[in-house]
């Protein structure tokens, strides 16, 4: 590009070449490539990642959540389940207890993607970045890119909680590492659908009013926290197709096993089938925002 | 003949029932300024979005330097530049941040970038600002910052809605600068504004907007010509002189007065001045009191009053006598 020109004397750098129209229409191309998508894609992760360290208090939940919900259920939920069952106390329900937690938080950061979104959306930057030549996924993916390093810190720390209550991972590091992976996979895929939602709500507080519809079926209804056997069994039967069940069990195998069981094959599909529909419908939608 | 910057026909816009643009032709030149004037909700920035791929155009087509902006609006945003109402720079970055960002995303080079940023930030006296967050500045450093973000691809063709509205005057005339310099670098520019006078002082060209139509186009000279040079504004003493008033006024310059019934006082557009002395004498002659008299220049509101027979306070007011009058077109 001849935007790149820099005058060697600083007096005279205010006077950049302003591009001939005729050469400018000229080189105007229709679409964006590829390579630059990514680019611009990246370049909008960049913009998310100085805006989460400015504003350390987006952390809160990635933190805080994982922390405080792994603790709670392992003493309330596990000092009642091994009571019932007769197991060996709460170390006994925490291979079970903490994949499960690791999707919830997972899918509670996913949230926030599509909360972010909407308040950003409003923000007047948007109307520069609708006025630039870029590709329209960018600054809905850009963020989202970003985010992995939330799904990175809760499911981490999910995992740091647990083995300090006594936790004791049969997988061993490389199966944590893979259930980490998965997580953080689906949760991105999943955050698909929350963005589509911050696209087409009216107002930050309608994203999370219709987000909590969603994810409270999605991780509750789940084999996240109880075994599905103890189920009636139309909800049984509900479970078993949650795609959150399937990351649960996979993580579960991974973590606990060492296995890499069709469970994550399941969970992958799922993830896959989610962007599919919902990037382009949230791309989409936000054309028809612009 | 070279492409025109912009060329419309017949854009329209609706929100529901409300028609926001409705049929408007703009042809806009190379190398010139050219004002959009109208009140508030006349649908200039509506127009401006439109032109700019940042709302759909419902009717009518649009083309910049020849591209067709509904079809090809990937290729219409690499051609302009746009500073909105409302500073478009993200709070939370800094101002060289900022200018960074834009430029990756327009496809430069992370050092190129950075270069770019200095020079714009430098041209812009916002080296002092360039490292702190843009909450921190004030509102004409963010309009700045917000036009030298427009010039990072170095557009042929700029786009400005309201740029120097809410600035205090100092502010407002280093703006006027600056679009005269991109203008002498060889830049097309468009704005919006509410102010006569700045469209007097930068526009090449106006176009008045009222309704989201066109109600004329001209020089300045030519706009304020068809409303008089200055105003001569008249109190009455009673009503019911009003007539008589009207007579004299009509006799005296060859123009018929407004009335401007609240304050029970009429205006008279006048060519020059002098013409006022001769008002005056022609009243008083025909003994109509006055209570008071004031010599105005023109404002938007007299050109609005002459142009759509509403003034700019009350664009409702008198909604259907503005869409069956044809509308004028000053040459």
New interface residues.
């Given amino acids: 590009?001849?935007?790149?020109t820099?005058?060697q004397q600083?007096k005279l750098?205010?006077?950049?070449?302003?591009?001939?129209?005729?050469t400018?229409?000229a080189?105007?191309?229709?679409?964006?490539s590829f390579g630059?998508t990514v680019?611009?894609t990246l370049?909008?992760a960049?913009?998310a990642l100085?805006?989460m360290r400015?504003?350390p208090e987006q952390f809160f939940d990635v933190t805080l959540q994982p922390l405080l919900f792994t603790a709670m259920f392992a003493y309330i939920f596990g000092g009642a389940i091994s009571h019932v069952s007769g197991s060996a106390g709460v170390k006994a329900y925490l291979p079970l207890l903490i994949p499960g937690i690791v999707a919830q938080t997972v899918l509670t950061t996913c949230m926030s993607t599509g909360v972010q979104l909407r308040e950003d959306l409003e923000?007047?930057?948007?109307?520069?970045?609708?006025?630039?030549?870029?590709a329209r996924i960018?600054p809905l993916a850009g963020p989202m890119i970003a985010d992995l390093v939330r799904y990175l810190i809760a499911a981490g720390l999910t995992f740091t909680t647990g083995v300090i209550i006594g936790y004791r991972p049969g997988g061993g590091a490389p199966g944590v590492l893979g259930s980490i992976a998965l997580a953080i996979f689906t949760g991105w895929a999943l955050a698909w659908i929350f963005t589509f939602i911050g696209t087409i709500a009216r107002n930050a507080r309608s994203v999370q009013g219709i987000s909590m519809l969603i994810l409270f079926p999605l991780t509750f209804l789940s084999n996240a926290f109880v075994p599905v056997s103890t189920l009636p069994s139309a909800l049984a039967d509900f479970v078993r197709v949650n795609p959150v069940s399937h990351l649960v069990s996979a993580a579960r195998d991974l973590a606990n096993n060492g296995v890499i069981s069709g469970e994550v094959g399941w969970t992958l599909l799922a993830g896959v089938a989610v962007i599919v529909v919902f990037a382009p419908l949230s791309v989409y939608s936000y054309k028809r925002h612009? | 003949m070279t492409t025109p910057s912009v060329s419309a026909v017949g854009l329209v816009k609706t929100f529901g029932e409300f028609r926001a643009v409705d049929g408007i032709d703009l042809e806009v030149r190379q190398g010139e300024i050219f004002g959009v004037l109208g009140p508030n909700g006349a649908g200039k920035t509506t127009m401006l979005k439109m032109l700019a791929t940042l709302l759909p155009i419902d009717a009518g087509q649009a083309f910049i330097f020849g591209v067709d902006v509904a079809r090809e609006p990937h290729r219409v945003r690499q051609l302009v530049g746009v500073t909105g109402q409302y500073a478009s720079v993200d709070e939370d970055l800094t101002a060289t941040e900022n200018l960074w960002l834009f430029g990756r995303l327009l496809g430069l080079r992370s050092a190129d970038a950075r270069a770019t940023a200095r020079d714009l930030l430098a041209q812009f006296d916002l080296e002092e600002a360039a490292s702190k967050p843009i909450s921190q500045f004030s509102g004409g450093m963010r309009r700045r910052l917000d036009l030298a973000a427009s010039l990072i691809s170095r557009p042929p063709l700029i786009f400005l809605d309201e740029p120097t509205t809410g600035l205090d005057p100092r502010t407002r005339g280093q703006m006027w600068d600056t679009i005269r310099g991109l203008v002498a670098d060889g830049c097309t520019i468009m704005l919006t504004t509410q102010y006569l006078d700045e469209a007097d002082q930068l526009a090449d060209r106006i176009a008045v907007i009222d309704h989201g139509r066109k109600v004329a186009e001209g020089t300045p000279d030519e706009l304020k010509t068809s409303v008089g040079n200055s105003t001569l504004q008249v109190q009455l003493a009673g009503t019911a002189d009003q007539d008589l008033a009207w007579q004299v006024v009509r006799r005296v310059v060859g123009r018929e007065p407004i009335f401007t019934p609240e304050s029970g006082g009429l205006n008279v557009p006048l060519d020059t001045a002098d013409a006022a002395a001769d008002v005056l004498i022609g009243l008083r002659q025909a003994g109509v009191t006055i209570t008071s008299v004031s010599v105005a220049k023109p404002t938007l509101d007299e050109v609005f009053l002459t142009l759509t027979g509403h003034d700019t306070g009350d664009p409702y007011q008198s909604d259907e006598t503005v869409r069956d009058e044809p509308y004028l077109e000053v040459r």
């Fill in positions: 590009m001849t935007t790149t820099v005058s600083p750098s205010t006077r950049l070449p302003v591009a001939d129209p005729a400018a229409v080189r105007a191309r229709a679409h964006t630059e680019s611009q370049s909008m960049w913009r100085k805006k400015r504003n923000k007047g930057v948007f109307d520069r970045f609708k006025s630039l030549p870029i960018a612009i």
